[in-house]
């Protein structure tokens, strides 16, 4: 049993296309990262956020952070075949730098 | 400064064996947490290592146990393998435990197929 609930599950969009992912749970967090892996390879972090209602910008992904602190957003502007991967949040509390994973959003941009 | 590093990347047993996982924590990191990963699914927190000894673990059985060294890398030791343990097992290494802002550095995975 996973707290922090991913959807979709599955997303195939083609290049240029936006798309939102969302993260949710029951549970209030310190803070909320989003990983991203590919194949053959570990998670590899994207952001971290930790006051509700943070929104941050890393290019084309934009991430919210819910004003409880149980939610949040990856959204995409045009995607590209790079952006190809499994998007994983992971929600810490601030008894330490234990994090759950979220159930994965498994990404796939068409050319 | 050298990244994560797990062994063995692959390896196959039967149900009942024995395995021990190895990872070696990135330079200067003192934390690590062990995950496993089923096929198109999030990482499963198992436990975490913070100086040798064991700082917070997940909803998985005593058959799963690690250990520390004084240079900080770490093993997954898990015992009666079942079916169900196939998975990818992730190695993370991170600072002090108690920065929940921490980025957690993961290994390539060694993953373990159950027969």
């Known amino acids: 049993t996973q707290l922090l609930e991913q959807s979709p599950q599955f997303l195939s969009i083609q290049e240029g296309e936006n798309l939102t992912v969302y993260c949710n749970s029951s549970s209030v967090f310190s803070s909320l990262q989003w990983y991203r892996q590919e194949p053959g390879e570990g998670p590899v972090l994207l952001v971290t956020v930790v006051t509700g209602g943070e929104v941050k910008k890393l290019k084309r992904l934009t991430f919210q952070f819910g004003d409880a602190r149980k939610d949040s957003s990856l959204h995409i502007t045009a995607a590209q075949p790079g952006d190809t991967g499994l998007y994983l949040c992971a929600g810490a509390w601030d008894t330490g730098n234990q994090f759950y994973f979220g159930t994965g959003t498994s990404l796939t941009v068409i050319p | 400064e050298t990244g994560v590093t797990q062994s063995p990347t692959h390896l196959i047993k039967t149900r009942g064996q024995q395995v021990t996982l190895r990872c070696s924590s990135q330079s200067g990191h003192n934390t690590v947490s062990w995950y496993q990963q089923a096929l198109g699914q999030g990482p499963q927190f198992i436990f975490q290592?913070?100086?040798?000894?064991?700082?917070g673990r997940g909803n998985f059985p005593p058959r799963f146990s690690g250990l520390q060294f004084p240079n900080y890398s770490s093993e997954l030791n898990v015992n009666a393998l079942e079916l169900d343990d196939s998975a990818l097992y992730l190695c993370a290494s991170s600072l002090d435990p108690g920065t929940y802002t921490g980025e957690l550095f993961f290994g390539e995975g060694s993953r373990l197929t159950v027969l």
């Open positions: 290592y913070y100086r040798e000894e064991e700082n």
